[in-house]
């Protein structure tokens, strides 16, 4: 009776454990994803888009069902930060020079994102809610992060989408400024985020 009912626990385990599937690492898809900085000034707001970004991803699903994120992880060249105007075009060079040296992009040339902790998910269908912490550094600061995305499953593939406020000082960032300061931007920016990992 007691190796029949072993017997049976193990069983049901090794099959509880084979429904969830630990997915190989996704990578980022560039072309597909955006990352949108956003901002004010003394002007007129602007924003600019991260061209060269990649990253990885590791997910637990069920079936079509996802679970939870293990791993992520997103890079992005400080170099490729360019403004643009409301129609997606490459705006300004003079304040992507400012961007650059606000950011010191020749000694700090990556900005990185990982996450740390999965604190809470809500999970509906191929849909879910996380709240997590994410560790972001820029121009060589680390710092620990809430942050709150969407993670939507579909044809093998994960999208994270997201928004998250920041302010440029608590990264040791001196927001940038034009022309003898006529222009001056805002400490606080939002990054806006759609990944799509494949």
């Known amino acids: 009776m007691h190796k029949f009912t072993l017997i049976t626990l193990i069983a049901f385990l090794l099959t509880s454990l084979n429904s969830y599937a630990q997915q190989p690492a996704l990578k980022l898809s560039a072309k597909e994803s955006k990352v949108l900085i956003h901002g004010t000034s003394s002007v007129h707001d602007w924003t600019a888009q991260c061209d060269n970004k990649s990253g990885d991803l590791i997910a637990l699903t069920d079936k079509s069902s996802f679970k939870t994120i293990q791993s992520l992880s997103l890079k992005i060249s400080s170099k ?15 304040m992507d020079g400012r961007i650059w040296s606000s950011l010191e992009a020749d000694k700090y040339s990556e900005i990185t994102i990982s996450l740390k902790q999965v604190k809470a998910i809500n999970i509906i269908g ?73």
């Open 80 to 94: 490729s930060i360019r403004s643009i105007d409301e129609k997606g075009a490459y705006y300004d060079d003079v």
């Open 126 to 198: 191929p849909k879910a809610v996380i709240d997590a912490i994410a560790i972001v550094t820029i121009h060589g600061v680390r710092k620990e992060l809430p942050v709150k995305v969407t993670a939507e499953t579909a044809n093998n593939s994960i999208r994270i989408k997201g928004t998250k406020e920041i302010k440029m000082l608590d990264f040791a960032v001196q927001p940038p400024t034009i022309l003898l300061e006529f222009l001056k931007t805002g400490n606080e920016i939002t990054i806006e985020f759609d990944l799509l990992y494949k």
